[in-house]
T-cell receptor, first 117, second 114 residues
Framework: GAVVSQHPSRVICKSGTSVKIECRSL??????MFWYRQFPKKSLMLMAT?????????EQGVEKDKFLINHASLTLSTLTVTSAHPEDSSFYIC?????????????FGPGTRLTVL | EDKVVQSPLSLVVHEGDTVTLNCSYE??????LLWYKQEKKAPTFLFML????IEKKSGRLSSILDKKELFSILNITATQTGDSAVYLC??????????????FGKGTLLTVNP
C-alpha cells in the first residue's frame, strides 16, 4: 500500500519558536495533502487542504498565518507552526491522496507529537 | 456544517463478544463513508462505503451503509484483545472545485478484556 512518512515523529520546543513538520508520500505522487490535528481523546480535526503548487485551503477557525503550509512538490508538504504556544501542543497528522479519478483514499502519516513548553 | 456522530463513545467487552459501533452523519455533497482503526498513532484504513445495503467484510469485521437513514454500522465478531482501539468514522464530501474533505466523528474507544 501507499506509504506516507512524517518527520519529526516527536518535537519539544520552547514557546515563541517555530516548528516545521514534513509530510512525504514515499511511493506515489500526492496531488492533495491534508493536515489534521488531534487533541487527547478527541477526533481528528481537518486544519487545511493543500494541492501541489497552489495555496492551501484552511478550515474555519484555523489561522493561516500561524500554520503555514507549503506543498511545493508532489511528494512533500510542510506545516510550520509559527511562534508556537503551549496551546499548540497536539498530535499533528498529515494524509496524502493521489487524487486518481474514482480513487480518493487518503493515506495517513504516522503523526508528529508537538509539545510546546 | 458537516457533522459525524459516533456512538457509543466507549465500550468495554470481553473477548469473544460481538460489538456494533454506530455512525450517523449529516453532510452536504456526500461521497463516501470510511471506517478507521486508531491505536497509538495514525488511523489505519478499514472500509470505504459508497453504496447503501452492500456489506463489506474483512475477516471478523464488517460494515454497511444506509444512505437513506444516513448511518453506518461497524460490526466486530469474536472480539480479541488486539481489537482494542479507537474506531473512527469519517465522511468524505465535496468541498468545492476538485477538492473533497473528511469529517471525522469523535470515535468509539473499544476495550476488549481477556
Amino acid at each position: 500500500g501507499a506509504v506516507v512518512s512524517q518527520h519529526p515523529s516527536r518535537v519539544i520546543c520552547k514557546s515563541g519558536t517555530s516548528v516545521k513538520i514534513e509530510c512525504r508520500s514515499l511511493d506515489f505522487q500526492a496531488t492533495t495533502m491534508f493536515w489534521y490535528r488531534q487533541f487527547p481523546k478527541k477526533s481528528l480535526m481537518l486544519m487545511a487542504t493543500s494541492n501541489e503548487g497552489s495555496k492551501a485551503t484552511y478550515e474555519q477557525g484555523v489561522e493561516k498565518d500561524k500554520f503555514l503550509i507549503n506543498h511545493a512538490s508532489l511528494t512533500l508538504s510542510t506545516l510550520t507552526v509559527t511562534s508556537a504556544h503551549p496551546e499548540d501542543s497536539s498530535f499533528y497528522i498529515c494524509s496524502a491522496s493521489s487524487g486518481r479519478v474514482g480513487y480518493n483514499e487518503q493515506f495517513f502519516g504516522p503523526g508528529t507529537r508537538l509539545t510546546v513548553l | 456544517e458537516d457533522k459525524v456522530v459516533q456512538s457509543p463513545l466507549s465500550l468495554v467487552v470481553h473477548e469473544g463478544d460481538t460489538v456494533t459501533l454506530n455512525c450517523s452523519y449529516e453532510v452536504t455533497n456526500f461521497r463516501s463513508l470510511l471506517w478507521y482503526k486508531q491505536e497509538k498513532k495514525a488511523p489505519t484504513f478499514l472500509f470505504m462505503l459508497t453504496s447503501s445495503g452492500i456489506e463489506k467484510k474483512s475477516g471478523r469485521l464488517s460494515s454497511i451503509l444506509d444512505k437513506k437513514e444516513l448511518f453506518s454500522i461497524l460490526n466486530i465478531t469474536a472480539t480479541q484483545t488486539g481489537d482494542s482501539a479507537v474506531y473512527l468514522c469519517a465522511v468524505e464530501a465535496d468541498s468545492g472545485g476538485s477538492n473533497y474533505k473528511l469529517t471525522f466523528g469523535k470515535g468509539t474507544l473499544l476495550t476488549v478484556n481477556p
